[in-house]
């Protein structure tokens, strides 16, 4: 993992993460589902009322990827859990360490808060990420269905 750097993000960050949100949409086939523009990412992550982090790897000084987390809370532990929200590295570094080194970066920041959990999804069909996501010895939670309103349908159940 030589040549790999992980720092936190500031709001001058906030065009690149925009680019890399936009990459990693784009390999997820889902470029134009990407509303966020570099305004919002610079209000919803360095805002006064954030709850929301992130970080930048580098590689041999050259930014190769983020990840976006936040803190959320089990009620079954008692503790906060840490959420990875996405996590990306340029398809041309993959294989350098930078995935990993980020996964070990946020681990130590989930510790050093006293959460009880290091949480993240993965689409289903993302087998690269899945055998990595083994590798590590991180368990897929099959147990759960995960549920969203967003849009209209938000909208429309919150009687707007």
């Not at 009620?75 to 350098?96: I, Q």
């Not at 990993?100 to 289903?124: M, P, Q, T, Y």
């Not at 990420?129 to 939670?141: D, M, T």
């Amino acid at each position: 993992m030589s040549g790999i750097e992980i720092r936190q993000a500031t709001i001058e960050d906030s065009a690149l993460i925009h680019r890399f949100i936009t990459e990693l949409a784009a390999y997820e086939k889902a470029e134009n589902e990407v509303l966020a523009t570099v305004a919002d990412i610079e209000n919803s992550l360095f805002g006064d009322k954030t709850t929301t982090n992130a970080i930048v790897c580098h590689f041999n000084n050259e930014p190769i990827g983020f990840a976006v987390y936040f803190f959320n809370f089990s009620t079954w532990l008692g503790k906060h859990g840490l959420y990875l929200e996405d996590l990306y590295v340029s398809p041309e570094h993959r294989g350098v360490g930078a995935g990993k080194a980020l996964l070990k970066h946020l681990a130590r920041i989930a510790l050093s808060k006293n959460c009880g959990r290091f949480e993240w999804s993965v689409l289903d069909w993302n087998e690269p990420a899945i055998q990595f996501y083994n590798s590590i010895g991180a368990e897929p939670q099959n147990e759960w269905i995960g549920y969203r309103l967003a849009g209209k349908a938000l909208e429309e159940f919150a009687c707007i």
